[in-house]
């Protein structure tokens, strides 16, 4: 899904030779450096570089990859996908259960006035509490039953951002979005390049969306960290809400994702009216967690 070559090849070609130090004129034609100026400035030979992007070189140092790093300008975000790149060869982390244990779901149960999910390194929401449910138009579902039992459907949050063309208006900031999911999906597949679940979604985004095939081409990675969302809620109109994700411990994969709204602004007085919303049409959807709740272990 994700490969070390790939991404070299594309973090190259965005370094400006100018600010690398390197003379240009007309007659250039390569974008970005050139792969024996990448080796020059890292301090390693042309071969050596020209065999890593065609994947025949064998592991890196760590030195190595820091003077890439270096070179072709990286962040941390970026920087950690590389070195991630360079182990999978060696290493390959098994994709994460979806799981999702019942002190989590009394987490969620916990959190008023502000829609809160449980996500996967797929974005699947695995669980979430009634004002997400709200949020989203429909019911979030909860975690997949014990062995055995059929999963509850899910949403899946890539899919409904790029596929679902009568959900799109839901997002304000829909093409900012959409560069977060596919940075996040990318640092995914380095993380988890065997997942066959998760390569079949991005095979599936591609096929379907134009714009998801442009954006993964660019093999930009993206963390979700914390920042602006803006959803355009068909019944209380614009909610400019701030997300927290806190990643969720034992290497889960999964992470908790807190949407709350500034205290005193127009965005909290829409959260208050969507959850009186809901209440005053007696909502049939109920709560994600009473449902979770519900599920029995199978009978042997």
């Given amino acids: 899904m994700d ?16 600010a690398a130090g390197i003379p240009t004129d007309s007659r250039r034609r390569v974008q970005g450096l050139r792969r024996e100026e990448v080796a020059h400035l890292s301090g390693v030979s042309v071969d050596y570089y020209v065999r890593l992007e065609q ?7 760590e030195q190595v990859l820091d003077a890439l790093a270096r070179v072709l300008g990286l962040d941390d975000t970026e920087r950690g996908h590389l070195h991630r790149l360079a182990r999978q060869r060696h290493r390959r982390a098994k994709a994460p259960g979806g799981r999702v244990r019942p002190e989590l779901l009394r987490v969620l149960d916990l959190v008023a006035g ?30 997949a039953g014990p062995p055995g039992l059929p999963g509850l459907p899910g949403l899946n949050t890539a899919r409904h951002i790029f596929l679902e063309e009568a959900e799109r208006g839901l997002y304000a900031d829909w093409e900012t979005c959409t560069l ?45 960290t914390h920042g602006r969302k803006a959803y355009r809620h068909p019944l209380v109109g614009l909610l400019e809400l701030h997300h927290e994700n806190f990643a969720l411990p034992d290497e889960s994969g999964m992470e908790l994702l807190v949407l709350s709204a500034a205290p005193g602004s127009p965005a909290e007085d829409g959260l208050r009216l969507l959850a009186g919303l809901g209440a005053d049409s ?19």
């Fill in 3 to 18: 490969d070390l070559a790939g991404f070299l090849r594309t973090r190259r070609s965005r370094v400006d030779p100018a």
């Fill in 55 to 61: 994947g025949r070189a064998t592991q890196p140092s």
């Fill in 114 to 143: 502000a829609p809160a999910l449980i996500m996967n390194h797929r974005m699947d929401v695995l669980a979430g509490n009634r004002l997400a449910g709200l949020l989203y138009g429909r019911p979030v579902p909860g975690p």
């Fill in 180 to 224: 977060d999911v596919v940075g996040h999906l990318r640092l995914a597949a380095g993380k988890y390049p065997e997942d066959p679940r998760l390569a079949s979604l991005i095979g599936e985004l591609a096929m379907g969306s134009e714009r998801f095939r442009r954006l993964w081409a660019r093999a930009d990675v993206r963390a979700r």
């Fill in 282 to 300: 007696g909502d049939a959807r109920p709560a994600v967690n009473a449902q979770a709740r519900e599920q029995k272990p199978a009978t042997p």
